[in-house]
Every structure is written in C-alpha cells, then in structure tokens.
C-alpha cells in the first residue's frame, strides 16, 4: 500500500508563489505517474499535473503552463509542485495521487492542502 502526505499549502497574494509537496511512503515501488490535483468551492476536481515516477515525462493543465512546475526528489521519495505567478482562481484545495500503470485510474490520495490566492 501507498500513503500520501502533502504540504506547503497557505495564503499568498496574486501574483506570489508557493511550493506543495507530497511525501509518498510504503511501496512507492508500485507507482507509476503520480499527479496533482485541485477543487475549488463549488466545482469539480480538476487536474493540474502530472509526473512520471521516474522522471522521465511531466504533464501540465493548459491553466497552469508556463506557471507550475512539477518536479520530483528521488532520494526524499517526494513530488513537489512549484506554483508561480499566483492568481486568485488557482484558490483550491490541492490533492496528490499515484497510479500504478498508464491504464489505471489513481488510486491513492493525500488528504489535501489549502492553497488561497488574494487579489
């Protein structure tokens, strides 16, 4: 079994950035992709991105290109999600997840951190 941890999140003015991690533990063998994830009040879970466990390929929701890097630390077994250039509707409570193969659907998630953005 996986477990998920994030942090980082907070309040920040428009136009500041922050940093959200995600601690994977237990058999991080297993994972694939692991991904980032955000619901503001009143919609629906949207995705922000994507990496593969390996490294080797990242994905990016076009809301967020050019914005949000998404990173991984192969000793800490953790991925990071930098956000920049902050804007009020990226306010959600963002969530990490991991999935097992480029098939399966996420199966295991963190109990998500708040991201506020002020205007």
């Known amino acids: 079994q996986v477990q998920l941890v994030e942090s980082g999140g907070g309040l920040v003015q428009a136009g500041g950035s922050l940093k959200l991690s995600c601690a994977a533990s237990?058999?991080?063998?297993?994972?694939?992709?692991m991904g980032w994830f955000r619901q503001a009040p009143g919609k629906e879970r949207e995705f922000v991105a994507s990496?593969?466990?390996?490294?080797?390929?990242?994905y990016y929701a076009d809301s967020v290109k050019g914005r949000f890097t998404i990173s991984r630390d192969n000793a800490k077994n953790t991925v990071s999600l930098q956000m920049n250039s902050l804007k009020p509707e990226d306010t959600a409570v963002y969530s990490c997840?991991?999935?097992?193969?480029?098939?399966?659907?996420?199966?295991?998630w963190g109990q998500g951190t708040q991201v506020t953005v002020s205007s």
């Open positions: 997840a991991a999935r097992g193969s480029p098939v399966q659907t996420y199966n295991v």
């Open positions: 237990g058999r991080t063998a297993s994972i694939y992709v």
């Open positions: 990496i593969t466990w390996n490294g080797s390929g990242t």
